[in-house]
């Protein structure tokens, strides 16, 4: 006789007040958090650097999905840094699964969980199951296997932590680096002054557009409770489901350490990470508005990566943010419209921007 699978409902956060909608008149370091649980899967004692993008999405990440929850990690930053010898951060079951095989391994997770509770074996509930891959692994080395378990409906949640680089490599670039990004494979020079010539992949579209049975949705580490929702809204979700987060990385992007959750903020704010999601359901996308917009100067000057960036191509990174406006239903101002003219600009290390007014030590 076959078992019944009992799965977890995890209910959502509050999100009224939410940090987001605090602009720069009232105070950055005004921040809300609803009550939170007081599990915490991902514990004290990782190695990754201070300000790690990253490691702030694995923790709340984990907050959100609770103790019951089995996490695979594909090589990168976050296995290297969180897996010394007889040491780990992690208190649930955690395992490592080559750079290309996050996917098959987590559908092989699922599928065992599934199959192990039908049959007596396991007492369940279906445990929370996920994988947070690093955007080399989920938007190249492992795409294959992660749309794989995407279009084979694997009832898990499959997370690029995309922090716009090959990192633990040596900040090498990704499909995800952005128009130009500075890695070590992108220098700038006078051949390529912009280091970076391809525009980045639209990660998070392909796999809505791909596998449209499954939920998909984008967030970054500046919204704390759309992060822990959305985490909970995919594992709730029957089937598989996609999440793609923006994870600054200090070393491999230059800026200040204190300012992770900021860049969090601003690269939405600057029209340059539209914050959706995509229901299987409706088969509809829903755009998150910021109650900010400001000019893409006061994203890529915050980066030392950017540094090198002539009046050309700032003005064609505003281009694109415009466009991004218009695709989320805001209405771009003419003084944005106006910057993607190259002659309204300076080279980058010129330019004027607003700094956030929480600075944190040493800002
Ligand atoms: C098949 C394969 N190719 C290359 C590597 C070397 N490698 C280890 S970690 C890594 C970087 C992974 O980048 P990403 O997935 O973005 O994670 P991050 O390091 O940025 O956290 C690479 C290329 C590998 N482990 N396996
Ligand atoms: S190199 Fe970047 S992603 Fe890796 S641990 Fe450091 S800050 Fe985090
Ligand atoms: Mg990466």
């Known amino acids: 006789m076959a078992h019944e699978v009992i799965r977890h409902q995890l209910p959502l956060f509050e999100e009224d ?65 969180n897996s010394t010898y007889l040491c780990t951060p992690y208190t649930v079951p955690w395992a490592h699964t080559p750079i290309a095989s996050g996917g098959s391994f987590t559908s092989g997770m699922a599928a065992g969980y599934e199959a192990m509770i039908r049959k007596g074996r396991y007492p369940g509930p279906y445990p929370n199951i996920l994988v947070m891959a690093g955007d080399g692994s989920a938007s190249d080395i492992g795409i294959g296997s992660i749309s794989g378990a995407l279009y084979r409906n694997h009832d898990a949640l499959f997370i690029c932590y995309d922090n716009e680089c090959y990192a633990n490599t040596g900040i090498q670039t990704s499909p995800t680096t952005p128009y130009a990004g500075m890695t070590t494979f ?8 912009e280091g970076k010539k391809l525009p980045p992949k639209n990660l998070a579209r392909m796999m809505a557009e791909g596998h449209p049975h499954c939920y998909v949705a984008t967030t970054t580490v500046g919204y704390t409770v759309d992060l822990m929702n959305k985490t909970r809204k995919g594992l709730n979700h029957v089937g598989a489901a ?122």
């Open 17 to 81: 007040g939410r940090s987001a909608a605090t602009d720069d008149e009232h105070g950055r370091d005004l921040h809300y958090l609803p009550d939170l649980p007081e599990e915490d899967p991902y514990a004290a004692g990782h190695r990754t650097c201070a300000g790690c993008g990253p490691a702030i999405q694995y923790r709340w990440v984990l907050k959100a999905a609770g103790n019951d929850t089995v996490v695979a990690g594909p090589t990168g930053c976050m296995y290297v840094a």
């Open 186 to 193: 992108t220098p700038f020079g006078s051949a390529i002054p």
């Open 242 to 363: 996609f999440l793609h987060c923006y994870t600054p990385c200090q070393k491999g992007w230059v800026y200040q350490t204190s300012m992770t959750v900021e860049l969090g903020r601003r690269v939405v704010e600057s029209g340059l990470w539209p914050v959706w999601e995509y229901s299987p359901d409706s088969r509809e996308y829903t755009y998150f508005h910021p109650p900010v917009q400001r000019p893409v100067t006061d994203y890529l000057a915050m980066q030392g990566r950017f540094g090198h960036m002539l009046p050309e191509h700032v003005a064609r990174i505003q281009a694109d943010a415009n466009r991004n406006w218009e695709l989320i239903g805001m209405d771009v101002p003419r003084s944005l419209r106006d910057l993607e003219d190259p002659e309204r600009h300076k080279r980058l290390k010129e330019e004027e921007y607003s700094m956030p007014l929480n600075r944190g030590v040493g800002a």
